[in-house]
């Protein structure tokens, strides 16, 4: 069983920005996919960007890759997301997703296809005008 938990959420003005952060824990063996999702009030869940084996497969799920970014430590079970330039509309909770994925073959179908049974709890993310 993967356990993710969430970080680094909050309220910035316009034009600010944030890193979130993502911890898991719980998998004996093998690597995850893992990713970044969001999901505004009265908006369907929207992906952000996945990461497997510290960028060996790397994708930006939505039009956010100008402005964020999704790096990650795997030796520390974390993956971040920096998010540089923030808007209103950037105004959402924060979810961090997760995946085994046994090899990079995996990977490029998980990841695309949004494949994930691991979800944290999320963290909110206010952007003011």
């Known amino acids: 069983q993967v356990q993710l938990v969430e970080s680094g959420g909050g309220s910035v003005p316009a034009g600010g920005s944030l890193r979130l952060s993502c911890v898991a824990s719980g998998y004996t063996s093998g690597s995850l996919c893992m990713g970044w999702y969001r999901q505004a009030p009265g908006k369907s869940r929207e992906g952000i960007a996945a990461i497997y084996e510290d960028g060996k497969v790397t994708r930006y799920l939505g039009p956010v890759k100008d402005r964020f970014s999704i790096s990650q430590d795997k030796g520390a079970n974390t993956i971040y997301l920096q998010m540089n330039n923030l808007k209103p509309e950037d105004t959402a909770m924060y979810y961090c997703?997760?995946?085994?994925?046994?090899?990079?073959?995996?990977?490029?179908?998980?990841?695309?296809?949004?494949?994930?049974?691991?979800w944290g709890q999320g963290t909110q993310v206010t952007v003011s005008s």
């Open positions: 997703a997760a995946e085994p994925c046994e090899d990079q073959i995996q990977a490029l179908t998980v990841i695309p296809k949004g494949i994930f049974n691991y």
